[in-house]
């Protein structure tokens, strides 16, 4: 089976996110979507929000799609990877400026676990979409229909009322 990672914190999924992971479950067998414990980042979500979160974007955007699943995963990406048995680590690639930080990584996680990494571009309408800007325009009350699926503009609604 050719299983990929596709990881993040997902704080919160966005249609750009599901775009990605469309593509990936296109290609690969199974897509685990695995959201990072520990990032160094400060979540708007708690761990069981963002899990569920991704769950029910996934079957509110992709419901026909059976290769997805969702997972949390603590420590070393590369760890988990081969935890799973999976080939390959998806990231996506929104503007040149994600390449070399992705890039960087890419090449760290095949040098300690020998796994590849695949790009993929999310469509052009979602290449400015990231989960701190949704945050923002959510704390700030603003429209955020067209960014994020249903389920998750109720909860930032309910995170920002």
Aim: proline letters at 4%; hydrophobic letters at 45%; a negative charge.
């Amino acid at each position: 089976m050719r299983r990929a990672i596709y990881p993040g914190t997902f704080d919160p999924i966005t249609n750009g996110h599901l775009d990605v992971i469309e593509r990936a479950a296109d290609i690969f067998d199974e897509v685990i979507v695995a959201i990072a414990t520990a990032s160094g980042k400060t979540p708007l979500f708690s761990i069981p929000e963002r899990r569920d979160l991704v769950s029910n974007a996934l079957a509110e955007a992709l419901p026909a799609r059976t290769n997805i699943r969702v997972d949390v995963f603590t420590g070393l990406l590369v760890e988990y990877a081969r935890e799973q048995d999976a080939i390959a680590v998806v990231r996506g690639l929104r503007v040149l400026s994600d390449f070399e930080y992705e890039f960087q990584m890419a090449l760290m996680n095949r040098k300690l676990e020998d796994i590849s990494t695949v790009f993929l571009m999310p469509h052009e309408r979602y290449t400015y979409l990231d989960s701190t800007i949704i945050r923002e325009l959510a704390r700030h009350h603003s429209d955020v229909s067209g960014f994020v699926p249903q389920c998750v503009q109720q909860a930032l609604k309910n995170k920002f009322a």
